[in-house]
């Protein structure tokens, strides 16, 4: 094994073996170790402790409103796309405790600050996935008003990504650009290679983090055949892609179509059940909640993710802004593909598809531009 630090840019190739090495490397850092593991019938982030953990030789089908688990004919840890969670829920928690306190004479008295959030270590994150990252790091912290929260996460965070070799049928991650290729923002990159003899990965060191922690693993110099499997794995997956979305001027389309029909038919068939945004790597949106107990001498104050398909999101005094599902989903895609860019400089979806896959009305994002943009329906 090669025990001098790997410079960053280099690439090296490690075994199948050297993944629970990783995950223990990590461990002894102190980073509590996320990653996918099967669990519910679904691919799903968890904490993870061996390399037994992941989802080693399971896929999943996704198509519009449908997910499946299914069983390869391979020992792949990768060969799936993505599940219903990502990694916003570590980084930006679906509840996080603010404060609580006591009453004390006429006022309160703080009890106890949020507690110090752990140090994570991501292993398995996608290229749509880390854009998605990059996406929430611009309009949480990039902006003059940041959350502190959020930021305390982000910041030191360990990302493993990986490189997509298998495309789902919902992805449209390379008409977006933000994949299946990991670009910037990792630690270490992994590209899974498959053979009648080899189960091997390929390894970018990303940052000198990363560089050290594959010093530790029992690692070989990447041939250029090797780079070359990797690459060919991964310009598959963009081959394979079951969706994609035509971004040239959609902005202004979208701007200039507020009273397009399309906006009434979609209205019809969404049940305003907010999925689209909980599963969305990108979505934001939160509300504030204050708990009492019976006595009023106990009060708690509470972060909690919120959606724009809910009548209250929009409520101020006197009522809701909007009341319709159709100006809800036409403000959510709206803001995704247009005001998100005026905001932020970039789109605010990465084609990971998941809002696709679970939709119960079955509503296709992709199949939604096209119609307003005006081309026919895909097959």
Same mark, same amino acid.
């Given at each position: 094994?090669?025990?001098?630090?790997?410079?960053?840019?280099?690439?090296?190739?490690?075994?199948?073996?050297?993944?629970?090495?990783?995950?223990?490397?990590?461990?002894?850092?102190?980073?509590?170790?996320?990653?996918?593991?099967?669990?519910?019938?679904?691919?799903?982030?968890?904490?993870?402790?061996?390399?037994?953990?992941?989802?080693?030789?399971?896929?999943?089908?996704?198509?519009?409103?449908?997910?499946?688990?299914?069983?390869?004919?391979?020992?792949?840890?990768?060969?799936?796309?993505?599940?219903?969670?990502?990694?916003?829920?570590?980084?930006?928690?679906?509840?996080?405790?603010?404060?609580?306190?006591?009453?004390?004479?006429?006022?309160?008295?703080?009890?106890?600050?949020?507690?110090?959030?752990?140090?994570?270590?991501?292993?398995?994150?996608?290229?749509?996935?880390?854009?998605?990252?990059?996406?929430?790091?611009?309009?949480?912290?990039?902006?003059?008003?940041?959350?502190?929260?959020?930021?305390? *996460?982000?910041?030191?965070?360990?990302?493993?990504?990986? !490189? =997509? @070799?298998?495309?789902?049928? /919902? $992805? &449209? #991650?390379?008409?977006?650009?933000?994949?299946?290729?990991?670009?910037?923002?990792?630690?270490?990159?992994?590209?899974?290679?498959?053979?009648?003899?080899?189960?091997?990965?390929?390894?970018?060191?990303?940052?000198?983090?990363?560089?050290?922690?594959?010093?530790?693993?029992?690692?070989?110099?990447?041939?250029?055949?090797?780079?070359?499997?990797?690459?060919?794995?991964?310009?598959?997956?963009?081959?394979?892609?079951?969706?994609?979305?035509?971004?040239?001027?959609?902005?202004?389309?979208?701007?200039?179509?507020?009273?397009?029909?399309?906006?009434? *038919?979609?209205?019809?068939?969404?049940?305003?059940?907010? !999925? =689209? @945004?909980?599963?969305?790597? /990108? $979505? &934001? #949106?939160?509300?504030?909640?204050?708990?009492?107990?019976?006595?009023?001498?106990?009060?708690?104050?509470?972060?909690?993710?919120?959606?724009?398909?809910?009548?209250?999101?929009?409520?101020?005094?006197?009522?809701?802004?909007?009341?319709?599902?159709?100006?809800?989903?036409?403000?959510?895609?709206?803001?995704?593909?247009?005001?998100?860019?005026?905001?932020?400089?970039?789109?605010?979806?990465?084609?990971?598809?998941?809002?696709?896959?679970?939709?119960?009305?079955?509503?296709?994002?992709?199949?939604?531009?096209?119609?307003?943009?005006?081309?026919?329906?895909?097959?």
């Amino acid at each position: 094994m090669d025990t001098t630090l790997p410079p960053v840019g280099s690439q090296a190739l490690i075994e199948f073996p050297a993944l629970s090495a990783l995950i223990s490397a990590l461990r002894r850092r102190g980073y509590q170790v996320i990653g996918p593991t099967v669990r519910d019938g679904a691919i799903t982030c968890d904490a993870l402790e061996k390399a037994e953990d992941l989802p080693v030789g399971w896929g999943d089908e996704q198509e519009c409103g449908y997910y499946r688990l299914r069983k390869r004919d391979d020992s792949a840890v990768f060969g799936y796309t993505v599940g219903p969670q990502g990694w916003k829920r570590y980084l930006h928690p679906p509840e996080l405790p603010i404060f609580e306190g006591d009453r004390e004479g006429e006022g309160f008295k703080i009890l106890r600050q949020p507690p110090r959030p752990p140090q994570y270590a991501f292993l398995g994150v996608r290229a749509c996935e880390l854009a998605a990252i990059r996406v929430q790091d611009r309009a949480l912290i990039g902006d003059r008003y940041g959350d502190p929260a959020y930021q305390a *996460r982000r910041e030191g965070a360990f990302i493993v990504a990986v !490189n =997509c @070799t298998q495309a789902g049928g /919902t $992805c &449209f #991650c390379a008409s977006m650009h933000t994949g299946p290729r990991v670009q910037a923002g990792f630690d270490l990159a992994l590209t899974e290679l498959l053979g009648a003899e080899q189960h091997s990965f390929v390894v970018e060191v990303g940052s000198q983090p990363g560089a050290a922690v594959l010093a530790e693993l029992e690692h070989r110099k990447a041939r250029k055949e090797d780079l070359k499997a990797a690459q060919a794995a991964v310009e598959s997956a963009a081959s394979q892609m079951g969706r994609s979305v035509d971004t040239t001027g959609v902005r202004e389309l979208l701007f200039d179509n507020f009273d397009h029909p399309r906006w009434d *038919r979609v209205a019809a068939r969404c049940l305003s059940c907010a !999925n =689209c @945004t909980l599963v969305c790597p /990108t $979505c &934001f #949106c939160t509300t504030v909640e204050d708990l009492t107990d019976v006595t009023g001498e106990h009060a708690e104050r509470w972060r909690k993710w919120d959606s724009c398909f809910t009548d209250a999101f929009t409520y101020i005094h006197g009522g809701s802004v909007r009341l319709s599902v159709k100006s809800r989903y036409r403000q959510w895609l709206t803001h995704k593909f247009a005001a998100w860019v005026d905001q932020f400089g970039v789109f605010g979806c990465v084609g990971c598809g998941r809002c696709i896959t679970w939709c119960p009305g079955r509503i296709d994002i992709t199949e939604e531009i096209r119609e307003i943009r005006g081309a026919a329906s895909p097959a």
